[in-house]
């Protein structure tokens, strides 16, 4: 005979449909006890007399429940196992991508609050107030570089990022350090992709805006038209600040799902997937359809995006950069003279050019330092015979000899005389 759980109500119908079989009881006064209807008494005291104590205990007893997950035991492995430290928004994405397993975020969110794998208690931040979104894509794009261990593995890298401020449209690169290249590279990237736009607000660090004289970002912007607006805190670009949360957040689990661990198949994922995932999930429609992005179609990017120099072309027509020999060839002699101001390009494939009054020089690298020849011209109509021969006496044997054993005698007669002179005192 099997074990039966009765709740306290069950085992009071219990002895009440007894006394109603002893005829104790009626079931119209059961019914006013138990404060049932008659009719639901009638059946519950049908089925007792049937099945005995059984036909008291409710159907679905032991019983999963028909509003319980079938998978939700699975989901809360597996997000032990592959998901740990993931958000419920994010970990419903990825079981619904990866998995197959299509679940609200916020049953995930409850279920891990029930486990104990999450916690309750928020952060609350300072209140600012927020700034209102530009109008226009492309009137104003926020640029900044975030530090943080990408690969987790204590290697810290720099992911550059560049939000629209009007719709939040971003595209991002990773980069050894928050460097000039890093930079010019994802601006060219940008303008390829949505054209130049009117305006950039970055912080002051020196790779975006110099103290004194205009950085190399800050030449090229002016080049292009684009004005560079300075940031005095972090909170004045707010919307670049965030993305870095939202990257921080899904991009390291991204790659920790996909063991990626270097950079260059990092920037393939950026490019390809990752970016545009991000942009369909948070971009928003800016007030005004309009773009405001001007065309770069007759800009040759590659003279513009580069760092600039100021050179001088020596007698022999060389200059240098960056400890490196260049010579102008011969062909281009006439348009460039001696002691002439050049300026030099290293674009971002790492070749040199070389310009002069907007003309494009041929030239090549030099394998060693050019050596100055020295050629002494002796006007023979405007000396004397002797004063011609006293020229190059010094560089004759003779004329080496001579002060060689002149020197000599004088040493020796300095170190006699030295001799002969007793100390004072």
Not at 77 to 102: C, R, S, V
Not at 174 to 188: A, K, V, Y
Not at 331 to 352: W, Y
Request: charged letters at 30%; hydrophobic letters at 35%; one cysteine or more.
């Amino acid at each position: 005979m099997g074990m039966l759980i009765m709740s306290e109500t069950e085992r009071q119908m219990k002895a009440m449909m007894e006394m109603v079989r002893l005829g104790k009881l009626t079931l119209k006064q059961v019914a006013e006890q138990m404060e049932y209807s008659y009719k639901q008494i009638w059946r519950i005291y049908k089925r007792y007399k049937v099945k005995g104590d059984e036909g008291l205990v409710h159907k679905a007893r032991g019983l999963n429940s028909n509003h319980k997950h079938p998978h939700r035991n699975i989901i809360i492995e597996l997000y032990k196992t592959k998901y740990d430290g993931f958000g419920p928004t994010l970990a419903a994405e990825k079981l619904a991508k990866n998995e197959g397993y299509y679940i609200n975020d916020e049953t995930i969110r409850l279920w891990l609050l029930q486990e104990g794998l999450m916690n309750r208690i928020r952060k609350r931040k300072p209140y600012r107030q927020r700034r209102d979104r530009r109008e226009q894509f492309g009137e104003l794009i926020q640029i900044d570089g975030s530090i943080h261990d990408w690969f987790e593995n204590g290697s810290k890298l720099c992911l550059f990022n560049m939000v629209d401020d009007a719709t939040g449209i971003n595209i991002t690169r990773l980069e050894l350090g928050e460097t000039t290249i890093g930079i010019f590279r994802l601006l060219w990237r940008w303008i390829d992709k949505y054209g130049i736009p009117l305006a950039v607000y970055v912080d002051l660090k020196t790779v975006y805006v110099a103290p004194k004289e205009l950085s190399y970002f800050q030449r090229v912007c002016k080049t292009l038209g684009i004005k560079v607006i300075k940031a005095y805190s972090a909170q004045a670009k707010g919307r670049v600040e965030r993305k870095h949360a939202v990257y921080q957040d899904r991009l390291v689990k991204e790659l920790r799902l996909r063991n990626i661990k270097n950079i260059d198949d990092t920037n393939v994922l950026l490019i390809n997937e990752f970016d545009e995932e991000i942009n369909k999930k948070f971009a928003k429609e800016a007030s005004n359809p309009n773009s405001a992005h001007c065309s770069a179609d007759n800009i040759d990017l590659q003279q513009v995006i580069c760092w600039e120099f100021v050179r001088q072309v020596q007698n022999d027509w060389t200059f240098t950069l960056g400890g490196k020999y260049y010579q102008v060839l011969r062909e281009d002699s006439k348009i460039v003279k001696a002691k002439a101001k050049i300026c030099v390009r290293r674009h971002l494939d790492g070749s040199i050019t070389a310009w002069h009054n907007n003309k494009k020089l041929s030239i090549e690298l030099l394998s060693q330092r050019p050596v100055k020849v020295i050629e002494k011209k002796i006007n023979f109509q405007a000396k004397t015979r002797s004063q011609c021969g006293k020229l190059g006496k010094q560089n004759s044997p003779w004329g080496r000899s001579y002060w060689l054993n002149h020197n000599n005698i004088a040493n020796k007669a300095f170190n006699t005389t030295e001799k002969s002179v007793s100390p004072v005192g």
